[in-house]
């Protein structure tokens, strides 16, 4: 991939947290042309040292330490340590991508998109799924959806257990419904279960919009068999992806008709099935050449739509609360 503008000039990338998804940022930063990974941080003394030696980065234990050092930066670390370290890099004027959630409140989101666009600064929330190329050619084809349903489930890992599967998987969900839907939510209702861990290991959550769009999702990290698929119903065609196989199924109904005998009325119906294949490319690494435009782009920084940003966290609490209220 090439960044748009000076294809010669070099843009130093850093990562905060090399745990799990930080190692990702890492190698996807460093696939990207003209971008070069030049610091990275945490607090693990190993891990970032053996991050910083397979990509001959700097490592440090203070993040504080990329100030100066880098032009943009990732921030993978617990999500309660979010607004601290985003506004230290903002206000050292180093444009940011924040993992999701942003923040664990609105109040401290909001804030930190207000000190990003009064230093004129890139943020952008890693909804990584935004850029998956199924989710992109769904957003294409479904128009005026009556029914969405989506499942996300998996075996237990052990992994993201300081958080609720709601905002450890489901929060992808979410944004993909709201970026799908537009209109405002009506009522929510959400239930779950713990199993594996202090918090929720399955949720389910239902949405009706004020559109009359209806939405279903089902998270699970404690299930043997792992599925993620989603399938749209609207009026003309049932839309059905596999994020397995990446491939997408559209079903448009052509004719119906019956027969009538004397024992029985038999119904028949036909449809046409679209298949389209999607190319499959790494999203996160497409999310990142999408946020170093940004950072190099004021144009790309002015549509960056902060209350359409904040949906998927205000949908996410209210999830959470529900939940907290029942337990």
């Known amino acids: 991939m090439i960044i748009p503008g000076n294809e010669r000039e070099t843009i130093r990338a850093g990562v905060v947290g090399v745990g799990h998804m930080g190692r990702y940022h890492v190698g996807a930063y460093s696939e990207i042309l003209n971008v070069q990974i030049t610091a990275v941080a945490d607090s693990n003394v190993q891990r970032v040292n053996e991050v910083a030696a397979a990509y001959r980065a700097e490592a440090f234990t203070d993040y504080r330490d990329l100030f100066g050092k880098v032009d943009v930066v990732s921030v993978a670390v617990p999500t309660n340590l979010h607004h601290d370290i985003t506004c230290d890099f903002l206000a050292h004027g180093i444009h940011v991508l924040v993992e999701k959630p942003i923040s664990p409140t609105v109040p401290e989101a909001e804030s930190m998109f207000e000190l990003a666009k009064k230093k004129d600064l890139a943020l952008c929330i890693g909804?990584?799924?935004?850029?998956?190329?199924?989710?992109?050619?769904?957003?294409?084809?479904?128009?005026?959806?009556?029914?969405?349903?989506?499942?996300?489930?998996?075996?237990?890992?052990?992994?993201?257990i300081e958080d609720g599967v709601v905002l450890d998987l489901m929060i992808h969900?979410?944004?993909?419904?709201?970026?799908?839907?537009?209109?405002?939510?009506?009522?929510?209702?959400?239930?779950?279960?713990?199993?594996?861990?202090?918090?929720?290991?399955?949720?389910?959550?239902?949405?009706?919009?004020?559109?009359?769009?209806?939405?279903?999702?089902?998270?699970?990290?404690?299930?043997?068999?792992?599925?993620?698929?989603?399938?749209?119903?609207?009026?003309?065609?049932?839309?059905?992806?596999?994020?397995?196989?990446?491939?997408?199924?559209?079903?448009?109904?052509?004719?119906?008709?019956?027969?009538?005998?004397?024992?029985?009325?038999?119904?028949?119906?036909?449809?046409?099935?679209?298949?389209i294949f999607v190319h499959r490319e790494n999203p996160l690494k497409a999310e990142l050449v999408h946020f170093i435009q940004c950072s190099k782009e004021p144009e790309c920084r002015a549509a960056i739509d902060i209350d359409r940003e904040l949906l998927s966290l205000k949908a996410v609490l209210q999830v959470m609360e529900m939940i907290r209220n029942k337990n």
Do not use: C, W
Not at 140 to 159: A, D, H, S, Y
């Open 173 to 275: 969900d979410l944004d993909i419904v709201l970026n799908l839907v537009s209109s405002p939510i009506k009522q929510i209702s959400a239930f779950s279960s713990s199993v594996m861990s202090n918090y929720e290991d399955v949720a389910i959550v239902q949405i009706e919009f004020e559109s009359g769009t209806l939405a279903s999702l089902l998270a699970s990290r404690v299930s043997e068999h792992k599925i993620r698929t989603m399938a749209v119903t609207q009026k003309d065609a049932y839309v059905f992806l596999d994020y397995s196989s990446q491939e997408i199924l559209v079903y448009r109904r052509a004719a119906s008709s019956y027969i009538r005998t004397p024992a029985s009325l038999k119904y028949k119906q036909e449809s046409f099935i679209e298949r």
């Open 127 to 160: 909804h990584v799924e935004r850029f998956n190329g199924a989710v992109m050619e769904i957003n294409k084809i479904v128009e005026n959806p009556i029914l969405v349903e989506i499942k996300r489930m998996g075996p237990f890992t052990g992994r993201g």
